[in-house]
């Protein structure tokens, strides 16, 4: 419960940048928090989430981008406009990545140990 | 034309930050001198006429641009109505913007009525599936690696680069060790009179590399150029026209026939800049490239689908 509990709580404190980007839309299907693509960058950068956690990158510009772990852990497909991709994190580790169409845009995503 | 030796340094300074559309701009001995328009297309009566255009984006159809396949029209229409015909087109890349085999069908249809043998490379839009599998069985016949190739044409060399694939985290286009090995064969042996035309999308000069606006590893491609007379960079990719200057380079950027780019830092991204309808067709245009065989002058003249 206290799992659930702190998703919600990332999933709220994830809609900020998303309100404030005027993209109430953009909300995650899955109870995991959402990672932003707007302006050529991942809003936010970095993101720390329990394991176990599934995270979703969805497209707000009006330009392709991806989502690519140089470690080939996780890569997204190309997402145009609005288009979205989820990963669920089940190892504790820091992840980074960035977009393979646009290399200077780079995120970290942490993922800390369950919570027991 | 004329040539005099007194070059105004301060006045070439001015205009370099910035250059307008509409102005032709001549190479002589890695010397550039702006000179009136009707002089560079009078040129184009007896010497090598080429065009580039650039960042196509058949696809896109979002805000800054509902109709792109309309402005890749007139920007080829435009070219279908010089005096001269061109003896052939670059194209810079970004032919789609998804690289969907419609877009690419699309695109195809509409640069084809230019009647023209066209020569290209690939933008990062164009290598979005497969590795860049479907541009390289359509585009890449004859071609090396991701795409590039040289061939000659009225006594210049052309070099077609690729930069947009392999991209590195944290980095900018990158041309990548085997391309640049081949470069350096390609260029090897050639007398340093002949003139250069290198032609890539992502610039080679590092523009504004906050927004990836360069290509991390250029500076070995250009250390292998450095001894010609003669280079011309011609790029794509930043949507808007750019020119530089370096020893016997000349570096110059071309404007995008589907939406434009804000300048560098002046927006909050490099997104497709909205402006407003009447605005759209000057931003947006082809480039034409006028080599004089018998001076080895070169003039690069920007044409916008419409005058300001």
């Known amino acids: ?116 | 034309m004329t040539m005099s030796d007194g070059t105004d340094r301060r006045g070439l300074l001015k205009c370099m930050a910035w250059v307008g559309t509409g102005v032709a701009w001549t190479i002589a001995g890695g010397v550039p001198r702006s000179l009136p328009i009707e002089q560079a297309l009078a040129a184009t009566l007896d010497d090598l006429l080429f065009v580039q255009i650039s960042d196509s984006h058949i696809g896109f159809n979002k805000d800054a641009n509902t109709d792109v396949p309309g402005t890749v029209k007139a920007g080829i229409d435009r070219i279908r109505t010089l005096p001269k015909l061109p003896a052939f087109m670059l194209h810079t890349g970004d032919i789609s913007h998804l690289s969907k085999p419609g877009e690419f069908d699309l695109a195809d249809q509409l640069i084809g009525t230019a009647r023209l043998q066209v020569f290209y490379v690939p933008g990062e839009h164009d290598m979005l599936v497969d590795n860049g599998a479907s541009y390289l069985e359509r585009y890449g016949k004859g071609s090396r690696g991701a795409g590039w190739y040289s061939f000659d044409h009225s006594g210049v060399h052309f070099v077609g680069l690729v930069n947009v694939v392999d991209l590195r985290p944290g980095g900018m286009g990158r041309l990548g060790d085997e391309q640049l090995a081949w470069l350096e064969q390609d260029l090897a042996g050639r007398s340093a009179e002949q003139p250069i035309v290198v032609f890539a999308h992502i610039p080679l000069w590092a523009v504004y590399p906050e927004w990836g606006w360069g290509t991390e590893d250029s500076a070995q491609a250009l250390s292998y150029l450095k001894r010609f007379g003669s280079v011309t960079v011609l790029n794509g990719h930043i949507h808007q026209v750019m020119q530089k200057v370096e020893g016997n380079v000349t570096f110059h950027t071309a404007m995008s026939v589907a939406f434009p780019q804000p300048h560098p830092g002046e927006a909050a991204s490099p997104g497709p800049l909205k402006v407003p309808a009447g605005q759209l067709s000057r931003l947006l245009g082809t480039t034409d490239v006028v080599f004089k065989g018998t001076t080895g002058t070169l003039a690069i003249v920007d044409q916008p689908l419409a005058e300001a």
């Open chain 1, 1 to 116: 419960m206290r799992i659930a509990a702190f998703s919600i709580l990332r999933l709220l404190l994830g809609l900020v940048p998303l309100a404030l980007a005027g993209s109430p839309a953009a909300l995650a299907a899955d109870d995991g928090p959402t990672v932003a693509i707007g302006n050529f960058t991942f809003d936010p950068a970095k993101l720390s989430v329990p394991a176990g956690t599934t995270v979703t990158w969805v497209n707000q510009d009006d330009i392709p981008h991806t989502a690519t772990n140089a470690a080939k852990l996780f890569g997204s497909p190309v997402l145009d406009t609005d288009d979205r991709f989820t990963f669920r994190f089940d190892q504790p580790g820091t992840y980074t990545y960035f977009c393979k169409l646009h290399p200077h845009m780079s995120g970290t995503i942490e993922v800390t140990p369950a919570a027991g």
